[in-house]
């Protein structure tokens, strides 16, 4: 965010006087837009657009508040799901970043713990521009890889799984991509998914039976003639706590609503959640599950749900 940005949303400020804010902001924007926040006493209710990049860094001001998964949840989920495999051999995919770097690391030294015989194959971080798969499917196979997990990306991830599909790749790796299970992949990925391809979810709508999914889903479906994505959940509730936060607050109030939005519990499509007071992060319960063609949705969906959360990402 430049100063010219900057500039703007200080008038923005003054001249509107806000009482809250909700947005979308790319992990760039989101800490000068919370500081600006902060110095009116405004709560700032964010969905990080790169989510899976947008970890806490202890830097952020008291009226920010996350309205979205954690990278940690996923990260645990992958772990946790892979664990319970009968396979021995693991083979990791990631990014050549900080990110990529500190995921692999914690997924061995959680694996060391949870799975003492689990064979650490190796890893591979990738750059940023790939233009052919084919060598790393070739490594992939030739370590004699019997489970994949990688952090590749919804965009890179339907590269690789498009090539992998193939090859016949899925047919002697299962593999596990932290982000093949948004709603994104899963429409790209088309109908004939193999065996062996797992995902994670933060919103498997097609599979939660309560009330408040099937009308949010039903209410989207009738505005924007599709399904709703996790961007649009996170906007809903959004919205859900800021209304709670002003039946407790007043609607004028919004020093008394960031404290209210502290703790805060209320219901929503993926259940019950809470606002941990700690880093005013939202408990968002994570579901893993093997991605399966056949179903009622003009997409894949995610089969054999298993319910990993909030309670079990808890500090």
Known sequence: MDRREQSALRDFFFEQRPSFLIGALHREAILPVSRLAQEHQIPILVFPIEFMEAASTGEEPPSLFWISPTPEAFQRAAVRTVAQFSQKRFYLLARN??????????????????????????????????????????????????????????????????????????????????????????????????????????????????????????????????????????????????????QKAGPTDSEKALRALEDLSFHTPVGPMTIRKSDHRTMWPIWCGSIQSISDYPFPIMGNLKSLGPDSFSP
């Open 97 to 246: 970043s900080s990110l990529g770097r500190n995921w692999v690391k914690y997924f061995w030294e959680a694996m060391n713990k949870s799975r003492p015989d689990a064979q650490r194959l190796g890893e591979t971080f990738l750059p940023l521009r790939i233009d052919d798969y084919r060598p790393y499917l070739q490594t992939l196979l030739s370590a004699n890889t019997e489970v994949c997990i990688s952090h590749l990306g919804v965009k890179d991830w339907l590269d690789f799984y498009s090539l992998a599909n193939q090859e016949g790749y899925f047919k002697k790796i299962t593999h596990l991509e932290l982000e093949s299970g948004n709603l994104e992949s899963l429409v790209a990925m088309r109908k004939k998914v193999p065996e062996g391809v797992w995902g994670i979810s933060a919103f498997p709508f097609w599979a939660l039976g309560w009330k408040e999914t099937r009308e949010f889903v039903s209410k989207y479906r009738n505005n924007a003639k599709s399904y709703p994505s996790l961007a649009a959940l996170s906007g809903y509730i959004s919205i859900q706590a800021l209304l709670k936060a002003i």
